[in-house]
C-alpha cells in the first residue's frame, strides 16, 4: 500500500463523519457507504492476501475483512467502515510504536563504520573497513569513530564507549592500549595496529547480534501463537455454525450473520500476539541502551522468572584485578621468588599471573621463550624452566603433585611455589570487593530473587568473609572449573518447576560454565570472543548494578504480557460469548475492540 497507506484509512474516517449528516434515500445509502468501505479495506485486503500467500490462512485481517463484509452486507454500514477506520489506525499505531523500539538498534547500526583511513608508505588512504587486514595501521581522527578493534601504536588519547557499552566516562588510552570498533576518539589523533578483521570486530558483532534478538521470540509469545491457531479454528467454526448452519433451520438470515461477525471481530488477536512483540522488543531497546544485549526476547524472559542468582566471584562480585600484598620465600629472596613464579606464569592469561608478573618488573625474554608450561585449570600451571620443573598455583595443585607446602599466616589468596618438588613459599594475592556490590545483591532480592550464591576457587578462609559481608544465602569454595559445572548442575536438578536459574561470570573464564544455567550473564563482555559465543544476556562494561537494572526490566515486560494476555483473551471472550447471545451489538464489538486494542498498546508504554 505504500508509505501513505495510512491516507485510505483517514479518508474513510471523514467520510464516515460527513455521511451522518448527509440524508440519503434507497439504493443511494449503499451506494455511498460502499466509498469510505472500499477506502478502509484495500489496506487490509492487501495485508489479508499477502498472509495467505505466505501460508498464514487464519489472521487478523482476513477476519478484519470477513467480519466486515458480513456488516455491511446485512446493513450496519457505520459499524462495517467504523470496524476498518478503527482496526487501521490501531494498526498504523501499533507500527509506530514498533518503529520507535527500533530506534536504538538503528543507533546501534550507525556506529557501523563507512570507512577506513590506511596508514600507507605513500601517506593516508580512505579505504573500505572491509578491505583492512590484521596488522594494518590505521590513522583514526579526534572526533572520529574507530573502525576496527586494534592496539594503540602512537598517541594519547581519551575513547568514549559508549555506544558500545552503555559506560559514560570515557577511557585514557596511551601506546599498548586495547581500542573497540564502535567507540569514538574524543581528544586527539591516534594510530592502531588492527588485531580483528572486520567481520570479527566487537562493532560487527554487536549489530548482528542486536538485529537477530527479535529472531528469538519469548515462550509466552510461542504459546500464543499457537493457542490463537486452535482460537480462530474454534471461533471460525462457531461462526459458520451461527451464519450459515443455523438460519436454514430457524431463519432471520440478518440477526445470526450480525452474530457471526462479532464472532470474527472476537476472532482477532487486537494486536500482533496480543503485544508482546511489542513489549520485548521495547525491553531490548531499553537494555541496549544501558550497554547490555540479549541475545534473544527468550533470554529476557529467563532472566524474568530467575528465583536463584549464581555468581562466579572473580570479575563480578570483585574487580578481578589482583595486586601482590606480601611474598613469603623459603630459603630464597622475595626477588628470586618473584622471578620464578613470574617467568612460569608469562603466556597466562589469568589476572593473578598478571599481578604476579606486574610485581616481578622486567624479566629475561631468552628465559621465556624457552618456557614449555602446562595448564591446570582452576589450580594453576607447570613449568619446566631449563630443566627444572616448577609448580605455581593454589594448595590443591602441591597437595595433588605430593608437595608439602606451609599454610599462609595472613589472610589472601595464597599462590605457593615449587621447584623440583622443592617448596619455595608463597605469594599473597588479594582482589578487591566491587563498589557497591552489596547495594546491587541486595536490588536483586527486592527484584525477587531468593536464592544467591557464590562460587570461587579461593580457600574458605578467604571466600567466607567476602560471602558473610554481602550475605550470599550459599558458599562453595575451593571449587575447580569443572567442579563449579557440577555446582551449577546440582542446583538446575534441584529448582523449581517454573523458576530459572542465572548465572553471572565473567565472560573470559566463565564461559563453559554460565552455558549450564538456564541463563548465562556475562560481565565485562567488550571484547570477549568466550562471553560473545556463550553468554545469553551481555553486560559490556563491568557495571555490576546493571545486573539488577536488567532484572527489572525483564520482570517488568513478563509480567506486562501477563497482563496484556488477561486482557486481550478476556476481552475477546466477553464479546465472543454476549456477541453470540445477542447481548452484544456489532457496534459495541467493534468499539470494545479498538478500546482493547488501545489498552494493550499503551500498556507497552510502560517499557521504556
Given amino acids: 500500500m505504500g508509505r501513505f497507506s495510512w491516507l485510505f484509512p483517514l479518508l474513510a474516517a471523514l467520510l464516515l463523519i ?35 500467500r505466505g501460508g498464514r490462512y487464519l489472521n487478523n485481517a482476513l477476519f478484519t475483512c470477513l467480519s466486515a463484509l458480513l456488516l455491511f452486507a446485512t446493513g450496519l454500514y457505520t459499524e462495517a467502515v467504523l470496524l476498518l477506520v478503527l482496526t487501521s489506525l490501531t494498526g498504523h499505531l501499533e507500527k509506530s ?160 450473520l450480525r452474530r457471526a461477525a462479532v464472532l470474527l471481530i472476537a476472532a482477532r488477536a487486537v494486536t500482533e500476539c496480543f503485544g508482546i512483540p511489542l513489549l520485548y522488543r521495547r525491553a531490548l531497546s531499553t537494555a541496549e541502551k544501558l550497554g547490555v544485549f540479549s541475545k534473544g526476547e527468550d533470554c529476557l524472559e529467563a532472566m524474568a522468572r530467575a528465583e536463584t542468582v549464581i555468581f562466579d566471584k572473580t570479575g563480578t562480585i570483585t574487580e578481578g584485578r589482583y595486586a601482590v600484598t ?41 628465559v621465556i621463550r624457552a618456557v614449555k608450561i602446562r595448564d591446570y585449570p582452576g589450580r594453576g600451571i607447570s613449568a619446566f624452566l631449563g630443566s627444572h620443573q616448577v609448580y605455581v598455583g593454589n594448595a590443591a595443585l602441591l597437595e595433588e603433585h605430593g608437595i608439602k607446602y606451609n599454610i599462609p599466616a595472613r589472610p589472601g589468596t595464597a599462590i605457593h611455589v615449587s621447584v623440583d618438588e622443592r617448596y619455595c613459599g608463597y605469594i599473597l594475592v588479594t582482589d578487591k570487593v566491587r563498589r557497591r556490590a552489596f547495594d546491587a545483591l541486595e536490588s536483586l532480592r527486592v527484584g525477587g530473587v531468593k536464592k544467591l550464591v557464590l562460587l570461587t576457587g579461593d580457600v574458605f578462609s578467604v571466600a567466607r568473609p567476602i560471602a558473610s559481608r554481602l550475605n550470599f544465602d550459599m558458599l562453595r569454595a575451593e571449587l575447580k572449573p569443572e567442579e563449579k559445572a557440577k555446582a551449577v548442575g546440582y542446583l538446575m536438578n534441584n529448582k523449581g518447576q517454573r523458576s530459572t536459574i542465572a548465572f553471572v561470570g565473567e565472560g573470559e573464564n566463565s564461559g563453559k560454565i554460565m552455558s549450564g544455567a538456564d541463563v548465562g550473564i556475562a560481565m565485562g563482555s567488550l571484547g570477549s570472543d568466550a562471553a560473545l559465543a556463550r553468554a545469553d544476556v551481555l553486560v559490556m562494561d563491568r557495571d555490576i548494578f546493571k545486573i539488577p537494572k536488567t532484572l527489572a526490566i525483564s520482570r517488568q515486560v513478563y509480567r506486562a504480557a501477563l497482563v496484556n494476555l488477561g486482557v486481550g483473551f478476556g476481552t ?28 494493550l498498546l499503551g500498556n507497552s508504554l510502560r517499557i521504556k
Avoid at 445509502?29 to 492487501?46: K, N, Q, R, S
Avoid at 588485531?195 to 566487537?202: D, G, H, L, V
Avoid at 606464569?345 to 599471573?353: G, L, N, V, W, Y
Wanted: proline share 5%; with cysteine; hydrophobic share 50%.
Fill in 97 to 256: 510504536l514498533h518503529d520507535r523500539s527500533q530506534e536504538n538498534l538503528d543507533k546501534v547500526m550507525e556506529i557501523l563504520p563507512t570507512h577506513a583511513v590506511l596508514v600507507t608508505d605513500v601517506g593516508f588512504e580512505r579505504v573500505d573497513p572491509a578491505a583492512v587486514s590484521v596488522g594494518d595501521i590505521l590513522l583514526v581522527r579526534a572526533g572520529e569513530r574507530i573502525p576496527l578493534d586494534g592496539v594503540v601504536t602512537e598517541g594519547i588519547s581519551t575513547i568514549d564507549t559508549v555506544a558500545v557499552s552503555g559506560q559514560r566516562s570515557p577511557w585514557a588510552v596511551n601506546t599498548g592500549y586495547k581500542v573497540y570498533s564502535g567507540c569514538r576518539n574524543l581528544t586527539s589523533d591516534i594510530k592502531i595496529r588492527v588485531s580483528r578483521p572486520y567481520e570479527q570486530s566487537t562493532v560487527r558483532k554487536l549489530t548482528r547480534l542486536a538485529a537477530a534478538a527479535t529472531d528469538f521470540p519469548s515462550e509466552q509469545e510461542n504459546t500464543v501463537r499457537r493457542f490463537l491457531f486452535w482460537y480462530q479454528c474454534a471461533a471460525l467454526a462457531l461462526a459458520l455454525l451461527l451464519g450459515v448452519i443455523l438460519p436454514i433451520f430457524r431463519g432471520n438470515w440478518i440477526v445470526w
Fill in 326 to 366: 606480601d611474598v613469603y620465600p623459603v630459603k630464597m629472596s622475595e626477588r628470586q621468588l618473584l622471578t620464578i613464579a613470574a617467568t612460569a606464569e608469562s603466556f597466562s592469561r589469568h589476572p593473578i599471573a598478571a599481578a604476579i608478573r606486574e610485581a616481578a618488573g622486567k624479566l629475561d625474554e631468552r
Fill in 18 to 52: 460527513a455521511l451522518r449528516f448527509v440524508p440519503l434515500e434507497g439504493w443511494m445509502i449503499p451506494a455511498a457507504w460502499a466509498v469510505p468501505a472500499l477506502l478502509a479495506l484495500m489496506e487490509h485486503a492487501a495485508d489479508a492476501f499477502e498472509n495467505i
Fill in 572 to 599: 475477546n471472550a466477553v464479546i465472543a460469548l454476549f456477541g453470540a447471545l445477542g447481548v452484544f451489538s456489532p457496534l459495541a464489538a467493534v468499539i470494545a475492540s479498538a478500546a482493547c486494542c488501545l489498552l
